[in-house]
Each structure stands twice: as C-alpha cells, then as structure tokens.
C-alpha cells in the first residue's frame, strides 16, 4: 500500500455520487483533509476490529467485504465499485470496524477523516438523506441475503449473484457481462458454500450454453434462463 497527497485528476472526489451535491469548491476543500491511497490486488484495506473511524471513497478499482462465522467459514456479503464509500458505520457509531475489506483489483481510495464526514452529513440534510438510503438499503440486502440463505439452494444462490452483480455488455446491450470477473473462492464465500460447488455450478451453466467466460470477462448469454435456475 502506498500512500500520497491529493494531487491531479486521479485523486479528485468528483467521481464519487455520494458528493455530487456539493459544488465543486466544497469538494476541493474537503479534498485537502483526505489522504489518497494506493492498494494492490487483493490487498487488505480495512481490518475487522481496528479502531479507527476514517470513511474510504472508492475513487479506482473494485472491493468485497468479508466476514467469519463462528465456524471460521468465509462469508464475503458486499462489492465495492468505484464511486462508491464505506467505512461510515464505525464513524458514525463510533465502535470497531465490524467486518474486513478486500481489493479485488488495483484500487485508488481517498481517506477522509471520521469526524469530517460526520461534520459533512450532519451539516449537509441533502447528505444525511443519502446516507439514510444507504443504510436503508444495507438493511434490505443483509434481509434478502438472509432470505437467500434460508431458503434457496447453493445453486440459485449462485444464479441470483451472477445477475445481482451483472452489467450490460457495451458491446450488445442485449447480453450481459462481470467484468473483471471474481474468483471461484470469492464466489464460494458470497453465496455461503465451497468451490467444488461453485465449479460444479459454472460448468453446468457453460455446458448449457448460459455463460461464456473469455479472459477476464464473463458473458451471460441467457439471463432469462439463468433467472429461471435461480428460481427452480
């Protein structure tokens, strides 16, 4: 990890739409309390436990979160993309950071001071409404997870994350992609389940014609089929 002051186009917070509504002085200044960081692959940006309360903006590349069970099963709950945040529950209430982050891909964060977002989203009611409706959407994804848990095969499990996580193809708006596409472990702890299954699952769906993987993207061929494994 490396670590620099803000400087240029790549350590600007105009791409992130949590900040949209500020105009652009507000987010220059509040650029300059930030710390601009520098991760590798799958490098660790947040340790479950630490005390700090720092909010991180995804300003480059993608992240997960992960957790452990009680078990000491791998449960990954949650990616990160750029223009997204996180970090904000341990400045808000304060407690250890309840959960790891990992970079799945090079990534660029900016680093911004707990108290300084705090000041921010209390100050700022357009703001506070934004982060209202992360977390109100935190809470309907942690629901439908544990849904998906209770109720559904490691099979449509699997089905629901690749159209969960899915994007169109810019290529043929008609077919959808992951790129660049996770690891058979990573999808192993996001649907709860191990990497046979996941194989197992993948080279069905190849076989059948859903999926086609080339490099580092994954093509979704049939999501109509694909919707109705994840419901079967």
């Not at 069970?69 to 808000?92: C, K, N, P, Q």
């Amino acid at each position: 990890m490396n670590s620099s002051a803000s400087s240029g186009d790549a350590h600007s917070l105009d791409s992130i739409p949590f900040l949209s509504c500020l105009s652009s002085a507000e987010r220059n200044e509040i650029e300059r309390d930030c710390q601009f960081q520098e991760f590798g692959a799958n490098e660790k940006i947040i340790q479950q436990g630490d005390d700090y309360r720092d909010v991180f903006y995804l300003l480059a590349g993608s992240a997960y979160v992960l957790n452990y069970s009680e078990t000491g099963r791998v449960v990954s709950y949650a990616t990160f993309s750029e223009g997204d945040f996180f970090g904000e529950l341990a400045a808000i209430d304060g407690l250890p950071r309840s959960a790891w982050v990992w970079t799945m891909t090079p990534c660029t964060v900016a680093v911004m001071p707990g108290q300084i977002f705090r000041d921010l989203t209390t100050s700022n009611p357009e703001l506070s409404l934004s982060l209202l409706r992360k977390l109100a959407g935190i809470i309907r994804t942690s629901d439908e997870r544990i849904a998906e848990f209770g109720l559904l095969g490691a099979e449509q499990r699997m089905c629901i994350e690749l159209i969960r996580t899915s994007t169109p193809d810019p290529a043929d708006p008609k077919s959808l992609i992951i790129s660049p596409v996770p690891t058979q472990a990573h999808y192993a702890n996001v649907i709860g389940s191990s990497r046979e299954t996941v194989t197992r699952v993948f080279g069905r769906l190849r076989d059948e014609g859903v999926v086609r993987r080339k490099d580092k993207t994954l093509y979704i061929l049939k999501r109509q089929t694909l919707e109705q494994r994840a419901l079967l």
